[in-house]
């Protein structure tokens, strides 16, 4: 087991997802106990779009880098659904994440039927041994899966099969009724993480529903993206500097953050 694991022995572990290295070290300077990346930031930092389209070493070279910026505090991998539908494929792309350094991996079953995911997640456990966190994402709130009044059953029928296939943590991102989030984290014994969305509770409550996770996503990546694009647009249009200056974090200040 690995430090990562025992964060999400008890209270809540409140995630923040990187989008490249840089980003990794403003997190790792705020405090974060471990960060996450964001496989639709990373893929836009890198010029791709989300979804399992970003090349397999990219993403490989992506997790060294914020695993170096991140200077021992925990890194947990989004690699979408692996980059493959080939168990061996997923379970060795898994071992290049854990060589450069990373404790925890997400891998996503698409909303799909989950014995294609649990034998990637059976494949990459038997592959790394137990020291990988290996946290199994239920889309079926994502992609709309069954009727809503359903979807909890189904995620907790879910859950028992990644678990049996060798996963450590179950996300179900979209989840946000209080009720349900009741009945999902008290129906498994893996940590529940849930997805920042509109409409979830605060972190207190989360907490005080079971849930021991609670990761940002996308979010961060596609606020500064929008703050960006204000910015440039407003630039574009006046040539004006001052509102570039607001709230900006100084060059001394990110060359600081950067591990020499």
């Known amino acids: 087991m690995t430090a990562f694991h025992d964060l999400h022995r008890s209270g809540l572990l409140i995630l923040p997802n990187a989008w490249d290295a840089g980003s990794a070290a403003v997190m790792r300077s705020l405090g974060a106990r471990a960060i996450a990346t964001t496989s639709a930031g990373c893929a836009w930092a890198l010029g791709w779009p989300d979804g399992d389209a970003l090349p397999v070493d990219r993403a490989v070279q992506m997790s060294a880098d914020v695993v170096r910026a991140a200077q021992g505090v925990p890194v947990s991998v989004d690699f979408e659904g692996g980059y493959s539908d080939d168990p061996a494929e997923v379970a060795a792309t898994a071992k290049r994440l854990v060589a450069t350094g990373a404790q925890g991996v997400n891998i996503e079953d698409g909303g799909k039927a989950p014995e294609a995911l649990a034998a990637k997640i059976a494949a990459i456990r038997a592959a790394v041994g137990d020291a990988l966190f ?127």
């Open 134 to 260: 290996i946290n199994a994402r239920c889309d079926i709130w994502l992609a709309g899966v069954g009727a809503p009044a359903g979807r909890v059953d189904e995620a907790v029928r879910r859950a028992v099969i990644y678990q049996a296939a060798g996963a450590d943590g179950l996300f179900a991102p979209g989840l946000v009724e209080a009720e349900g989030i009741a009945t999902l984290t008290g129906a498994t014994s893996l940590p529940v993480n849930l997805l920042a969305f509109p409409g979830l509770p605060n972190a207190a409550e989360l907490e005080r529903l079971g849930v021991r996770r609670l990761s940002a996503g996308s979010g961060l990546a596609s606020a500064a993206y929008g703050r960006t694009a204000a910015l440039a647009k407003d630039f574009l249009s006046t040539g004006v500097s001052e509102p570039m200056m607001e709230g900006a974090l100084g060059w001394g200040e990110m060359n600081a953050l950067m591990p020499g």
